[in-house]
Structure formats: C-alpha cells, structure tokens
C-alpha cells in the first residue's frame, strides 16, 4: 500500500538557518503530495502541493519538488523564522484519501 | 462560511462507553473525511463519504467504529464500547470533491480520552 516516511524529529534551529524536512514515498500510479502544517493549539492546515513530476509546490517561502526519479518530497526554507515552529506533515493521496507521515517537529529559537 | 467544525471539542469517557462526534464540513464540499491522530503518529484514515456514493470504509479499525453522513452536510463518527486505546484526536476534514489534488481543509479535532 502507499506509505510516507519522513525524518523525526524534533528539528531545532536557529532563526534565519536553512530548513530542510525528507519525505519519502512509496505509491501506485502517479500522487498528488502535499505538505501540511500544524501550529501549535491550532488543526492542519495545507503548506503547499504538486500534482504531477517537477512540479514545485511554494508557499510562505517553504518549497518542495516533486521528484518521481527519487520519490521524494522534500521541504526547504532558506531562512526560518520562530513562527515557522510547529508540526510538519507529508502525504501522498493516489486517489482521495491522504496518507500521511508520521510528522516532524520544528522549532526556531530566536 | 466558517470552516470545518468539530464538536465536542474534547471529550473524557469512562472504558465500555458509546461516543459520539460530530463533524460539520464546509458548505458545498461533497466529501468528507475522518482521521485519527494518535499521540506522536500521523494521521491515520478511518472513513470517506463521496456524496451518495457508498462510503469507504476501509480504515475503520474495528466494527466498534461506524460513521454516519446525511447528505453532503453533518457527519457523525460513533465509537461504541470505547477501549483505552481509542484514545486520540479525531479530525474532520472536506474537500469540494473526490479528486485526488483537492485540498482537504480540516477541522480543530475532537481530542478523545478513554479513562
């Protein structure tokens, strides 16, 4: 079956440094995958998306590229920042159903 | 216009108990979905209503768990004789339709503790 993986955590980094979070996936056919986000006391909510090989999902200067040569996923920042501190999920969904990693935790210092 | 909502917002049984949650998607969105979040894991999959179509049920993880939707509006999760391991967040999501690329806009979750 299609399955997610990606890197524990929790990540702890400093404001303004590089952000990079793995995901991996396994999966039939051709998946949409998604990055989603939850802020802490607050419900999950999409980061960003790509739909196809080569795509690049970006949103609030978070990035991924949709590598099917490598099936990964994986998301970067260039320069984080204390309210990017939550809990970061990959998942894949073949046909309707998301299938998610099992999270990683960021946090920023200042 | 709000979002997806959840409701009780928490909810505190005792081992042996029916619960019941309670899912309001958004308006207009004909799928809907329900997750569970246990402590430290990701999201697990329980169950997904496509308008009329017959539901998939196929991550319910017993016949403990039923899901019931009127319509395309409230769906209501039921967990009978609930066990300690039931413990966990359940969410609600919905989405304008089955397509794999639409976004699933989520709800705050229905944090469940089985004393």
């Known amino acids: 079956g299609d399955s997610v993986t990606q890197m524990e955590g929790p990540v702890t980094l400093s404001e303004e440094a590089f952000l990079t979070i793995n995901c991996t996936y396994t999966?039939?056919?051709?998946?949409?995958l998604f990055w989603y986000v939850q802020y802490p006391g607050e419900g999950l909510q999409l980061l960003l998306k790509?739909?196809?090989?080569?795509d690049k999902g970006s949103n609030k200067g978070f990035e991924a590229t949709y590598r099917k040569e490598t099936t990964s996923f994986h998301l970067e920042k260039g320069s984080v920042q204390v309210s990017d501190s939550a809990v970061y999920f990959c998942?894949?969904?073949?046909?309707?159903?998301?299938?998610f990693g099992k999270g990683t935790m960021l946090l920023v210092s200042p | 216009g709000a979002g997806v909502s959840q409701s009780p917002s928490n909810k505190v049984t005792e081992k042996g108990k029916d619960v019941e949650l309670r899912c309001d998607p958004i308006s207009g969105h004909t799928a809907l979905y329900w997750y569970r979040q246990r402590l430290g894991q990701g999201l697990e999959f329980l169950i997904y209503f496509q308008g009329n179509s017959a539901p998939d049920k196929s991550g319910l993880p017993s016949d403990r768990f039923s899901a019931e939707r009127t319509g395309e509006s409230v769906s209501t999760l039921t967990i009978q004789r609930t066990q300690q391991e039931d413990s966990a967040v359940y969410l609600c999501?919905?989405?304008?339709?089955?397509?794999?690329?639409?976004?699933?806009?989520f709800g705050p979750g229905t944090r469940l503790t089985v004393l």
């Open positions: 998942a894949l969904t073949g046909y309707s159903t998301l299938t």
């Open positions: 999501a919905s989405s304008l339709g089955a397509v794999s690329y639409n976004e699933q806009f």
């Open positions: 790509a739909t196809k090989a080569d």
């Open positions: 999966a039939t056919g051709y998946p949409s």
